[in-house]
């Protein structure tokens, strides 16, 4: 007869409840996205409601002032006390919710507060207009668009076609093979189709806007747009010559093409040397990344996107003041409606026994009026973790705000800012991604002022942007026809005071997107 073995044993587990998790996915999503989360919130609770009256709302200046941050950011440059996720998100105090209640309890919690609000900080009072800026539109739905113009009459061939646009990545490329596409179409839309068919269709597609959409690697992207470009561009002085020269050389040799092997191709396709210049110059024209050929038609019905700066920082006669823009975050509050019906049942019922019809209604009431004050808790959290961490950046970035002087950016990563605000390195990365400020000197992203740093020869501490923004110097002043190598830009980085290694002149130089020297190579 076998023993059952029991053992006691203790673990301590943090859970996040569902009101701690929405406080998250909130504070990673920009101004410009939080207008329509909101707007579906309004739309799936009928308990939310805007606010229409100016003088009840709660103000941002009432929760936040600079003084309080400035207070706080001193005691934690100090001490260096930092304090985990659960201290900052997760202590955030929601109202519990129980299915036993007493209805009066229930009414004096919800009926008698103030609605709230969430306004951006403007010192007289009256909103600054700021001009949006212009965002780009997904090219994918500029594609769709342009799917309606093939007058596609079977059914079938539209979500086929739809599956290979869906399929083309950022950069305008098609990298799926047939087969995988094929594969989709049969589990996803139970189509079953053909490589023939997914080639036809592609070719189609292939001829949209921008030219070179749709291409299964750079060869066949260049030749997309040497085939069309006459129809494409009819008032091109690019003669046809031109133009056939260009299709030969990235036809047959595209090798000798992309390794700059000019001798080989002068040789090989019989040109002169103005002959040749002029087909490379035609050549490097074209798109190698044709989704960023679409340019976004802002007037149009459509509305299109825009980038609404989370932040805006005002130099106010030498004196930085960050306001955070909220005009996409509608004046929230407790529907008036719900509160009349909790009125309502209050009056009716007094001190009787509340019926088992009566309770559930009650019961749904106070389940949406639930969910609405945490979804305006957690609107009110997000707003004041994005004003706390975006204030320390601006303190600790401080002399780049006044002057827009990149080389006075402090090197800065999350733990630094982490450590000041005292909230975890996770909450600072979710307000730093996909966030926008907005600053004389243009609008920027967040995460662009977090860097490394590194040390000179002189003992002094800069940032690796500073070190990058000179790199790009150098290599824009080169000479053309003879680019510098790794190993020659890092010995005149060396000159200019920066001892970096070859293999991290290669990383920076990749990280602005900058080819080796031989690709840099021109005529």
Known sequence: MSMIKQKLSQKMLQKLSPQQIQVMKLLQIPTATLEQRIKEELEANPALDEGENRDELFDLNDEISEDSLRESNNEEYESGEQESESADLMDTEFESSSSDFELDDYISDYIDEDPISYQSRYNDGEEERTLPIAFENSFHDFLDTQLGMLNLQDPRKIRIAKQIIGSIDDDGYLRREPLAIIDDLLFSENIDTSEEEVDSLLAKIQLFDPPGIGARDLQECLLIQINTYKKKNPDSRISVETIDRARCIVTKYFNEFSKKHFDKLKKYVNLSEAELKETMD?????????????????????????????????????????????????????????????????????????????????????????????????????????????????????DYFLSGDESKLKPMILKDIADITGLDISTVSRVANSKFVQTEFGTKRLKDFFSESMTTQDGDEVSTLEVKNILSEIITAEHKRKPHSDEKLRDLLEKKGYNIARRTVAKYREQLNIPVARLRKQL
């Open 282 to 398: 035609f050549i490097l024209k074209l798109n190698p990344k044709p989704a960023s050929g679409y340019v976004p038609q802002h007037g149009s019905s459509s509305g299109g996107n825009y980038i609404i700066p989370d932040f805006i920082i005002f130099n106010r006669d030498g004196e930085l003041e960050l306001q955070l823009n909220s005009k996409n975050a509608p004046e929230l509050r407790i529907n008036e409606q719900y509160k009349n019906i909790l009125h309502g049942y209050k009056e009716r019922t007094g001190k009787k026994r509340i019926s088992h019809k009566d309770k559930e209604a009650i019961q749904f009431i106070k389940q949406k009026i639930d969910s609405a004050k945490w979804f305006i808790d957690a609107i009110k959290q997000r707003q004041h973790t994005m004003y706390q961490t975006m204030y320390t950046i601006m303190q600790y970035q401080y």
